[in-house]
Nanobody, 121 residues
């Protein structure tokens, strides 16, 4: 079972980046999928979690209206579209199997290697 994130790099403030996460060894159709991030010296922050069934989505307040998670089950791939980037978005981003629940932040249960995103001019 593997989750391989890619697409990170250097982004400009106000710019966009798109992260991809290819799953192998399992079919992600049946799982809630999302992203969390880890910045140096900061606690891990759940970014998004997309339900496999209901279509409901959790987004952290810090990224609402800017980041969107989507999935392509045919490609067994999850995406994170990041718009209006800010320097505080700088972090390592991890794709993960998550558990979404109403009223609480999601739990992240399994993840692979992350991808570095740096936002700087």
């Amino acid at each position: 079972v593997q989750l391989q994130a890619s697409g990170g790099g250097l982004g400009q403030p106000g710019g966009s980046l798109r992260l991809s996460c290819a799953a192998s060894g399992f079919t992600l159709d049946y799982y809630d999928m999302g992203w969390f991030r880890q910045a140096p010296g900061k606690e891990r922050e759940g970014v998004t979690c997309l339900s496999s069934s209901s279509g409901s989505t959790y987004s952290a307040d810090s990224v609402k209206g800017r980041f969107t998670t989507s999935r392509d089950n045919a490609k067994n791939t999850v995406y994170l579209q990041m718009n209006s980037l800010k320097p505080e978005d700088t972090a390592v981003y991890y794709c993960a199997i998550c558990t979404i629940a109403a009223g609480t932040p999601p739990e992240y249960d399994y993840w692979g290697q992350g991808t570095q995103v740096t936002v700087s001019s």
